[in-house]
């Protein structure tokens, strides 16, 4: 991670002398890093080995990751992410648009720094993928008739594809049998669903403080994540109609009342449930390479998670 | 152009099936196509020769090209473009965003399916130049201490990169020899900038009607330009003030008020003057090659530019 702190900060040199503050500002994060650290992991060679392709691979990764961000921020008119003022609001939205294209440009532009093209060809179509997720995302913003098939497949589209690209370049660049880095992909698939899931629940019963996030966006921006679908499933008829009417008029109930409701009616339970299966899902792909380096530290990263929601499981127990 | 049209339309395939009508409309366009002209013509071999590596990387430049437009029209909040509306207005400026980035990153794969990753390499770098243009030219709206040297420096970016690197791929991709290729590269930059000055003129003196984009785009959003900079130059300190204070307060003059002005005071013929010296670096570049097949070609695209610009300029005296 050393050298990842020290790849991002050159790459600051790296953009026009006009905007290097701006992307400075949007590369400098106390973000989770969690797709570079993907990347490591999956090709994990050893304690000190780092090799400069899978800083690079990590940098890239990350890079476009943030320029996600940026974006998102702008649809979602969020203010605050990892209690820093986002890009749109620190910049203005307009030009938050471009810098977040810059970033794309230059997360490119570092893939196709590799010897072939197979780096940037991967990761070009990721990048394709994520935006269509998030393009789905948008346009069906309060739409409550999205199926559980399409909730997946969007996350499947905005999320787990850039996990699944990340575990598939570290098994890959680290020189990795084609089959361990089939299942890294799959590893990465599982996890990054799993993870959406996670986060998607946080929206609703996390602690702002904790998160460094505000909460209850998605309520707020009318995105039918799992936890709200399975809420509407629940409710009685009356209760879930009023709930539609809100939504559509752009004026969601309130978070307090939701997460009192979710609470009554095990939601986060059934959602935890649905969390633990994409993880066995994750670390079942891994069973035929256990004697490898990188497994027993991919595995860790599901039990992480785990750890991670049960630890919100309790708090919102005893909330 | 037949061959990049097929190219085109087999492009929307691509895309995710529930982004695909979208990417469709975008891709679709009845655009002068002047970046894939520069790859083709600067890679000319003959009449009925055309490699397939030339028609992607004209499908490349253009898509980039395409991507940009769609977030330029988020930033102009313009809702015509080539008589129809923008991307911005028929989806929202949200999804806008979020589709621009999937014709970006759609763009960069294809680049990265050549056989070695010099042009992905290339165009990521001019993508990213071109946001950079672009986010300068957004941060400096309103701001009338804009030296001519910083709009040169915005149009180089923003126009004249992707101009360039079209003509250096063709040169290039055609098996030419890296002089050619150098000088392809200098042709296209001089032409970009002389072509993004034209353009700046046009949207004080054109005719809507002809160019099929709302005309004075540049005075509302106070974007400020060759044609108002030599304005505000010329006209008396009285007037001068007027118009600053009308501009910063996003109360711009009348269109038709500032082309009268213009031409009292011989606007025109000086920005002119400037497309014109432009034009003949363009083809000075190219003088020690003029055996090569695409050199008269390329010429002859100079002299197309001069008799619009000349065309414009007759339009404009006789309004």
């Not at 810059?102 to 010897?115: E, K, N, R, Y």
């Not at 990054?192 to 998160?211: C, N, P, R, S, T």
């Given at each position: 991670m050393v050298a990842l702190d020290r790849f991002m900060r050159g790459q600051v040199?790296?953009?026009e002398p006009e905007i290097r503050e701006m992307a400075a500002y949007c590369l400098d994060t106390t973000g989770k890093r969690l797709r570079p650290t993907l990347v490591f992991v999956s090709g994990?060679?050893?304690?000190g080995v780092v090799s400069d392709d899978l800083v690079r691979a990590a940098g890239v990764v990350e890079m476009v990751h943030l320029a996600t961000l940026v974006h998102d921020d702008i649809m979602d008119r969020a203010d605050l992410r990892r209690n820093r003022r986002t890009a749109s609001r620190e910049f203005g939205p307009d030009a938050a648009v471009l810098l977040g294209d810059a970033l794309f440009s230059q997360a490119l532009h570092i893939a196709a720094l590799f010897p072939t093209p197979e780096v940037c060809r991967l990761v070009a179509e990721s990048t394709r993928r994520v935006c269509s997720g998030e393009i789905m995302q948008t346009l069906r913003r309060?739409?409550?008739?999205?199926?559980l098939a399409e909730y997946r497949r969007m996350i499947d589209l905005k999320t787990a594809e850039l996990f699944r690209v990340s575990c598939f370049l570290g098994a890959r660049l680290s020189g990795h049998a084609a089959d361990f880095a089939a299942a890294a992909d799959r590893f990465g698939h599982h996890l990054g669903i799993a993870y959406q899931i996670y986060d998607d629940l946080v929206d609703f019963v996390g602690e702002e403080k904790h998160i460094g996030k505000t909460l209850g966006t998605d309520l707020a921006t009318g995105k039918l994540t799992l936890p709200l679908m399975l809420l509407l499933e629940r409710v009685p008829a009356a209760e879930r109609a009023g709930i539609i009417t809100a939504l559509r008029g752009g004026q969601p109930m309130p978070l307090a009342a939701s997460q009192q409701r979710m609470k009554d009616l095990g939601i986060a339970q059934e959602v935890v449930r649905a969390i633990d299966d994409e993880l066995a899902a994750a670390t079942g792909a891994l069973a035929p390479h256990?004697?490898?380096?990188p497994v027993p530290l991919m595995l860790q990263l599901g039990e992480m998670l785990r750890g991670q929601v049960a630890a919100l499981q309790t708090a919102a127990a005893t909330a």
């Amino acid at each position: 991670m050393v050298a990842l702190d020290r790849f991002m900060r050159g790459q600051v040199d790296r953009f026009e002398p006009e905007i290097r503050e701006m992307a400075a500002y949007c590369l400098d994060t106390t973000g989770k890093r969690l797709r570079p650290t993907l990347v490591f992991v999956s090709g994990w060679q050893g304690d000190g080995v780092v090799s400069d392709d899978l800083v690079r691979a990590a940098g890239v990764v990350e890079m476009v990751h943030l320029a996600t961000l940026v974006h998102d921020d702008i649809m979602d008119r969020a203010d605050l992410r990892r209690n820093r003022r986002t890009a749109s609001r620190e910049f203005g939205p307009d030009a938050a648009v471009l810098l977040g294209d810059a970033l794309f440009s230059q997360a490119l532009h570092i893939a196709a720094l590799f010897p072939t093209p197979e780096v940037c060809r991967l990761v070009a179509e990721s990048t394709r993928r994520v935006c269509s997720g998030e393009i789905m995302q948008t346009l069906r913003r309060r739409d409550i008739n999205i199926s559980l098939a399409e909730y997946r497949r969007m996350i499947d589209l905005k999320t787990a594809e850039l996990f699944r690209v990340s575990c598939f370049l570290g098994a890959r660049l680290s020189g990795h049998a084609a089959d361990f880095a089939a299942a890294a992909d799959r590893f990465g698939h599982h996890l990054g669903i799993a993870y959406q899931i996670y986060d998607d629940l946080v929206d609703f019963v996390g602690e702002e403080k904790h998160i460094g996030k505000t909460l209850g966006t998605d309520l707020a921006t009318g995105k039918l994540t799992l936890p709200l679908m399975l809420l509407l499933e629940r409710v009685p008829a009356a209760e879930r109609a009023g709930i539609i009417t809100a939504l559509r008029g752009g004026q969601p109930m309130p978070l307090a009342a939701s997460q009192q409701r979710m609470k009554d009616l095990g939601i986060a339970q059934e959602v935890v449930r649905a969390i633990d299966d994409e993880l066995a899902a994750a670390t079942g792909a891994l069973a035929p390479h256990r004697a490898l380096a990188p497994v027993p530290l991919m595995l860790q990263l599901g039990e992480m998670l785990r750890g991670q929601v049960a630890a919100l499981q309790t708090a919102a127990a005893t909330a």
